[in-house]
């Protein structure tokens, strides 16, 4: 059977959940064979064992945090030649994006990046992307060497398929390449204690209408009432109010939740782009007028200061 | 010696119009108006900054596309860019990143460069990859994605705000840089930069000057194929309550019936 390269996003040995879902649509390509990089990989297999990968190959060296893209280029490289596979799959992150389009320069493949659905087809894998803000729905292949696709999350459900997931050391030697772009600091994020936005089963996000940082307050209780993540409009951002990291729309994150709620949000079309393929869409505007509503699944014409502290309390008393 | 700076700027269809594909499943650049893309607005206006920052340098605005894309190349050089470079032939239509970048690729190369700025991602095809892939085929570093950057002897620095951390990123020139709409709004053109512009070079090259074969590019010698496009189903249209002090419950009570609570 053929195998199939997944390139593990992780964090210290930690899957991250898109990673799981990319080896549900690498098990109807082929026998899914995991590559996990940096500190940390060689705990990845457990999870990516319960998940379907038959074989976890490792590789940790200074270069993955010491210089940008290129070294963990070189070691997905080495997995390529090592495994001949018939397909390469990278999460839809920035950096896999950056790391899959170099991959296929490389080997002299085509790219497909986004993918938000994957299916064996005659000639290869068919990749379903969203195009125009979502307003297309698009069906593409790789047509010249072997494709490297980068899918969204959200894209597949994780299924569990236990399977070996024996780990095996990648040999990596890196060229000159690899020590092009130094990173000389690195502030990581602090954590909010909130899931993942991208990752998120709910997205709450508030937008110009919330109208001060202040009152974001009242937009993070909505949110800890579901357990959902915080998203924020670009009005919001630029305004101060919330980070740029919680930002959904074309410059910010692309979120697909089961349920995306946007509160005080116009739905200008470089938003719709972040978050037009949520399943579910309730907007909370006292515009209504507003082309949210153009979108949604429920509505509430009103405003997001009585409307969302109410939602919330009720919330928290069904839950009890 | 003067610093060479070439920028990558991409002719789009307006995203506020109505965008859709051609019958041959490529995006459709005739039918719907285009502009300069607003993300490749913020790479021109860095640019124009490092140019200033530096004792002697010129800022060429480059662009592969159609030959209204020179509506692009205008826009960039009224904000002040020094000359443009416009790749278009009939052949390239059709073409996908691996085939754009290698014309972006060789046009660089033919034009001679220190630092290549590109946006962050086009507003049309939305990869984002194609700046670390002119790096990979130009063979000098990538540092993509910044929101803050900088040129200073001889070396690129910058700031990368990534997933899990905030990067601070060096690598020394020739680089390919790509900066974020975080990176500084950019200018707008003023009237004299608007009459400049008009009197400004536009070199216009086609595949043999840069000895790209017909094959290697369009429809036919793309690495990727388009089998079908189609236009989502509208989304079935929900239900809209006026909140009359009880909409949090309404919209609590809907929630619940979707099993969200
Ligand atoms: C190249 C480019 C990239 C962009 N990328 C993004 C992106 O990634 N993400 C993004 O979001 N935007 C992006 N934008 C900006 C986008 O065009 C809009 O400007 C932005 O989304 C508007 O944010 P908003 O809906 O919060 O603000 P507005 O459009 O000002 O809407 C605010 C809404 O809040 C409502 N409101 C006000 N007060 C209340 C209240 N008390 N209760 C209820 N409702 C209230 C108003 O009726 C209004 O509908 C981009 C633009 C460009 C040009
Ligand atoms: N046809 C083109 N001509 C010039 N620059 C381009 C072209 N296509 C893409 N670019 C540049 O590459 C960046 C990223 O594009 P993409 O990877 O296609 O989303 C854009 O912001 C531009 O700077």
Redesign the interface.
């Known amino acids: 059977m053929a195998e199939i390269l997944v390139y593990v996003d992780h964090?210290d040995g930690a899957v991250r959940k898109p990673t799981l879902e990319l080896l549900t649509l690498a098990r109807r390509l082929g026998e899914p064979v995991a590559v996990a990089l940096g500190n940390g990989a060689a705990d990845t297999a457990a999870a990516l064992a319960e998940h379907g990968a038959v074989k976890v190959l490792t590789a940790d060296a200074p270069e993955f945090t010491e210089y940008?893209?290129?070294p963990k280029v070189e070691a997905l490289q080495a997995a390529y030649d090592a495994v001949s596979p018939a397909a390469v799959l990278v999460p839809s992150?920035?950096?896999g994006?950056?790391i899959?389009?170099?991959l296929?320069?490389?080997i002299g493949?085509?790219?497909?990046?986004?993918a938000v659905d994957l299916e064996a087809g005659d000639e290869g894998p068919?990749a379903t992307q969203?195009?125009?803000?979502?307003?297309?729905?698009?069906?593409?292949?790789?047509?010249?060497?072997t494709p490297v696709i980068t899918v969204k999350p959200n894209s597949a459900p994780v299924e569990p398929a236990p399977a070996a997931g024996t780990v095996e050391a990648l040999a990596v030697s890196f060229s000159e390449?690899a020590h092009?772009?130094?990173?000389?600091?690195?502030?990581?994020?602090e954590s909010t204690g909130r899931p993942e936005l991208t990752e998120a089963a709910?997205v709450v996000s508030g937008g110009r209408g919330v109208n001060g940082a202040e009152n974001f307050a009242i937009i993070e209780a909505l949110a800890d009432s579901?357990g959902a993540a915080v998203g924020a409009s670009r009005a919001a951002v630029d305004a101060g109010w919330y980070p740029?990291?919680n930002q959904v729309g074309?410059?910010g994150k692309s979120v697909s939740p089961?349920?995306y709620i946007a509160a005080g949000i116009s739905g200008a079309?470089?938003h719709r782009?972040g978050m037009q393929t949520s399943k579910?869409?309730?907007a909370?505007n006292k515009d209504?007028e507003a082309p949210i509503?153009?979108?949604?699944?429920?509505?509430?014409?009103?405003?997001l200061f009585?409307?969302?502290?109410?939602?919330?309390?009720?919330?928290r008393a069904?839950?009890g | 010696m003067s610093l060479r700076i070439v920028v990558c700027v991409k002719y789009v269809p307006d995203a506020t119009g109505d965008r859709k594909f051609a019958d041959d499943l490529t995006v459709d650049r005739e039918d719907v108006d285009g502009l300069l893309s607003e993300l490749d607005e913020y790479a021109v206006e860095q640019a124009l900054q490092i140019a200033e920052e530096a004792d002697d340098a010129e800022v060429t605005v480059l662009t592969v596309g159609p030959e209204d894309a020179r509506d692009a190349l205008r826009k960039a050089l009224s904000m002040g860019a020094d000359k443009a470079v416009h790749v278009d032939d009939e052949s390239i239509h059709g073409s996908d990143v691996m085939a754009t970048s290698l014309v972006l690729a060789k046009a660089i190369e033919k034009t001679g460069y220190d630092l290549v700025i590109a946006g962050m991602a086009s507003t049309d095809g939305t990869m984002g990859v194609l700046p670390a892939i002119l790096a990979e085929r130009l063979g000098v570093p990538q540092v993509t994605l910044l929101s803050e950057v900088k040129v200073e002897d001889g070396k690129v620095t910058g700031r990368r705000d990534g997933d899990t951390a905030s990067e601070q990123l060096e690598a020394s020139l020739p680089a390919v840089v790509s900066v974020t709409d975080q990176s500084g709004e950019a200018r707008y053109p003023s009237f004299k930069g608007i009459m400049a512009a008009k009197k400004k070079p536009v070199e216009e090259l086609e595949l043999d000057d840069l000895d790209i074969d017909e094959d290697e590019v369009g429809l036919e010698g793309s690495w990727t194929a388009v089998d079908s496009a189609d236009e989502r189903p509208a989304r079935t249209a929900g239900t809209i309550v006026k909140d009359e002090g009880e909409g949090g419950k309404q919209l609590a009570e809907y929630l619940a019936s979707q099993k969200f609570i």
Not at chain 1, 180 to 189: H, I, L, S, Y
Not at chain 1, 298 to 303: E, L
């Open positions: 964090v940008l893209v290129v992150s920035a950096e994006k950056e899959a389009a170099r296929a320069v490389r493949s085509g790219i497909i990046t986004d068919v969203s195009a125009f803000a979502a307003s297309y729905t698009t069906k593409s292949r790789v047509s010249k060497g390449k092009g772009t130094k990173v000389t600091a690195r502030t990581p994020r709910i579901l740029h990291s074309q410059t089961q349920l079309i470089q782009a579910t869409i309730v909370i209504a509503f153009d979108l949604v699944d429920y509505g509430v014409v009103g405003d009585d409307v969302v502290p109410a939602l919330t309390q009720e919330v069904r839950k």
